[in-house]
């Protein structure tokens, strides 16, 4: 069984005027147990529609998709799930620990339960000393913080994300990688949405690209990297000589330049692929559309 399965989703808008805005076109996506998966595509390509279809906040206008073999019109299907929206907006008058409390509670999480899992999470994510501060004093930083801290408090099987590095600095986009690769080493499933390449490197198994409404492609990250090698740059001393050089070859011809180094007595080193990045793959696939 999938983590999340999506047939033939769809959905259509009305915009202005009246004019039919096609946000999603016939999307498919298998999306495994234990995997993490990087949503990838340019602002307004659909990522954020995506998403709110599967958590029921809107209804699509044609397919179907599944949550841990659950449709998404049924309840049971978001028990599954830690669901971090986009921008997420809390209670204000409330604190992070009563925040939590009504969250667990939604779960039917029991008192010691919560309690034990609370102060874990806002330890995780250095929000226990800001615990009983209400909510309205706290930074862009920390408010996104608290929505990782009620994703993770029911410990679910499926986790949906919205841009959840946004709004971080650099010490809290790494705790937010390493808490993902955490969930990947316990069989969780990680599905999480953003346009920063680099996040996607990281932590990511596959990715999935998409561009107005439409999937582009879903390939595994490391396929990508191999299937990026543009050439070689290959390190080597000659003879009689004690400096290292650096040249660059093609991959057709790097067999050929290797033969020649070791025949004229040079030395290798180092020989390492040239790659296009992920980004670089990335703005190609939309830069065609």
């Known amino acids: 069984m999938s983590a999340i399965s999506i047939h033939g989703l769809s959905k259509t808008f009305r915009g202005k005027r009246g004019a039919r805005v096609v946000a999603l076109k016939n999307l498919d996506l298998e999306i495994e147990q234990g995997e993490i998966f990087g949503f990838l595509g340019p602002n307004g390509a659909g990522k954020s529609t995506t998403i709110k279809t599967l958590m ?10 599944l949550i841990m073999g659950k449709d998404i019109s049924s309840p ?17 008058y409330l604190s992070a620990a009563e925040y939590l409390n009504f969250v667990g509670r939604t779960f039917s999480m ?43 408090l029911h410990n679910p099987d499926v ?7 946004s709004g971080l600095d ?24 953003t346009h920063i390449t680099s996040d996607v490197e990281s932590v990511c198994d596959r990715v999935g690209v998409i561009v107005k409404g439409e999937m ?6 490391d396929e990508i990297a191999v299937g990026g090698i543009t050439g070689y740059e290959v390190r080597h001393v000659t003879a009689g000589s004690t400096t290292p050089e650096v040249i660059q070859v093609t991959k ?8 020649e180094l070791q025949a004229s007595g040079s030395q290798v080193l180092v020989v390492e692929p040239l790659r296009k990045n992920l980004e670089e ?7 065609q559309e």
Not at 159 to 165: A, F, Q, T, V
Request: glycine content about 6%; aromatic content about 8%.
């Open 56 to 65: 029921g906040l809107i209804r699509p206008t044609s397919g179907s998709a």
């Open 76 to 92: 049971d299907a978001r028990r599954h799930v830690g669901f971090l929206p986009e921008n997420p907006a809390f209670y204000e």
């Open 110 to 152: 029991d008192a010691s339960q919560l309690e034990k899992k609370s102060e874990e999470v806002l330890k995780l994510l250095d929000l226990w000393d800001a615990r009983k501060r209400l909510l309205r004093s706290y930074s862009k930083g920390m408010v996104q913080r608290v929505g990782l801290a009620q994703v993770l």
């Open 159 to 165: 986790y949906i994300l919205d841009e959840p590095m």
């Open 170 to 193: 650099p010490i809290g986009r790494s705790l937010v990688k390493d808490i993902i690769l955490d969930l990947k080493g316990r069989g969780k499933s990680v599905f999480f949405s």
């Open 216 to 221: 582009k492609c879903v390939r595994r990250v």
């Open 252 to 259: 057709e011809s790097l067999s050929a330049k290797l033969s």
């Open 281 to 287: 793959f990335f703005v190609d696939i939309v830069r």
